[in-house]
């Protein structure tokens, strides 16, 4: 990875730079809207040569429309949420990252398997510093994925502040969907609290329960109304809150889910709600087959803790991926309505993607992973200790296919992420897992054991593996992998 002042950035010429963005008027700076839903703009690549994508992005406080105000945000090229990174499998990408935060920050490519040495946690990006990514999009990669900034001690902060956009990896299967028209909307979930102006500092409680904000943004909007152009609608979810989950459920529409972190799934599967843990990503396709308004909720869900009454928390579960009840009777929030008009019906697909089935040996290697916490002193524990970045907790090595048992011994709900190699989980509480998909996040319930399977392929190197409620990650509920 290099480092590279701005004027060695000038000096390359060619990119869009991101000084125009900075203090300009939202919808000037390429915010679109289909009904009153926002929509993120596209960050702008160039392609100097074949195979080869570049661009720039811009971590800036900037003043932003939110909530029928403006507030003082922290914001990647002046856009909240960030620009869309819109990507192909198999090319190369070169990211310029400039930090104008006027504190520490860096940048994390949450849920794409590239090497620890470039998608790296470790790394302080100072102010007024440029930082040169450089990586190759894996093939068989097609999926939703997102950026946000990764500084321990600093993550909590900045991203409730504002700091997150999604990455968008497209192939085969993406170009089907289109052709069969599909109408696709990514969509942002992220909560946010503002005093002054300004997003609201954390207070104690919010270190040992994880900051959750008053107003439950879609794109950066309140209940906005999305007019789909089309009776077949895609929707690319993400939950970038802090600590907020989101149980979501369409008036009147099953969601048929076809990706989740790592991508596609076999086939489409048939959801009445679906939960995302902080971190989590889904597709889902709506099949609207009449005309009216529908609105996306989030129902209520207890996440432990004292958790889950009233608008204060969303959660669930995705078919069999996520199991218990909700622990309360509160009224749903309302996200966002879809205004359907009167379309020609469209039909789903069949399948969707081939998910590579993961067969444990009893000869492979085995690990435990125990999740405590101190509540009167604000501290998290993986294995009994804090994070310590000096210190290797797993040694792993190249090619191996390893089994972890995460066992939760704390009073509520923890999504453990691992970097760089994606997952299968394998079952809960001696349950094998109904649903056979790549994640990079998955959600463990208070008191549940559960097993995924990590294949340590490709990459070399040391990355970390968290808890993504990330107040918890900050207060050392984080452990470091060398492979």
């Known amino acids: 990875m290099t480092r590279l002042s701005r004027r060695d950035v000038l000096k390359l010429g060619g990119l869009a730079l991101t000084a125009p963005y900075l203090g300009s008027p939202r919808w000037a700076r390429g915010l679109t809207a289909v009904g009153s839903f926002p929509v993120p703009p596209r960050l702008p690549l160039i392609r100097p040569e074949p195979g080869l994508v570049e661009a720039e992005l811009s971590a800036a406080w900037t003043q932003s429309a939110v909530a029928g ?78 950026y946000h900034p990764h500084l321990h001690m600093r993550v909590a902060r900045q991203l409730f502040g504002g700091l997150a956009g999604v990455i968008v990896v497209e192939g085969r299967m993406d170009r089907q969907l289109r052709r069969r028209g599909a109408d696709e909307y990514v969509v942002v979930l992220k909560d946010l609290s503002l005093v002054n102006g300004a997003p609201e500092a954390h207070n104690p409680f919010d270190w040992m329960s994880g900051k959750e904000g008053n107003l439950l943004l879609v794109n950066g909007a309140v209940q906005p109304v999305l007019v789909p152009r089309t009776s077949l609608l895609r929707l690319r979810l993400l939950n970038a809150s802090n600590a907020r989950y989101y149980r979501l459920a369409l008036e009147g529409h099953p969601l048929f889910l076809i990706a989740t972190d790592g991508g596609f799934i076999d086939q489409p599967i048939e959801l009445n709600e679906l939960l995302l843990a902080p971190g989590e990503r889904a597709d889902v396709l709506v099949q609207l087959n009449t005309a009216g308004n529908f609105r996306l909720l989030n129902l209520p869900y207890d996440r432990g803790s004292g958790h889950g009454m009233g608008g204060m928390h969303g959660g669930g579960h995705m078919g069999g991926m996520h199991g218990g009840s909700t622990g309360s009777t509160a009224a749903p929030d309302v996200l966002m309505t879809i205004a359907a008009g009167e379309n020609p019906p469209r039909s789903l697909p069949s399948r969707v993607g081939l998910v590579e089935p993961l067969a444990p040996a009893p000869g492979d290697v085995h690990r435990r992973l125990v999740l405590g916490e101190a509540m009167m002193g604000f501290q998290f524990y993986l294995n009994g200790r804090t994070f310590d970045e000096a210190r290797i907790d797993f040694q792993g090595r190249l090619g191996d296919l390893e089994v972890w048992e995460i066992d939760n011994r704390t009073g509520m709900d923890h999504p453990m992420h691992l970097h760089t190699y994606p997952f299968q989980v394998l079952s809960r509480n001696g349950v ?35 808890c993504h409620i990330v107040e918890h990650e900050d207060r050392g509920m984080m452990g470091v992998l060398a492979v």
């Open 69 to 146: 105000t403006t507030a003082r945000l922290q914001t990647y090229n002046g856009s909240f949420p960030g620009p869309i990174l819109r990507l192909r499998e198999g090319e190369r990408v070169r990211l310029w990252f400039t930090n104008n935060l006027g504190e520490p920050s860096n940048l994390h490519m949450h849920g794409l398997h590239v090497p620890p040495s470039i998608d790296n946690p470790f790394l302080s990006v100072s102010p007024g510093e440029t930082t040169v990514y450089e990586f190759d999009v894996p093939a068989n990669s097609a999926g939703t994925y997102w």
């Open 432 to 466: 094998p897992e109904a649903l056979r998909a790549w994640k990079d996040v998955v959600n463990v319930r208070a008191g549940e054991v559960v097993r995924i399977a990590v294949p340590l392929r490709d990459f070399t190197g040391k990355t970390v593996y968290h």
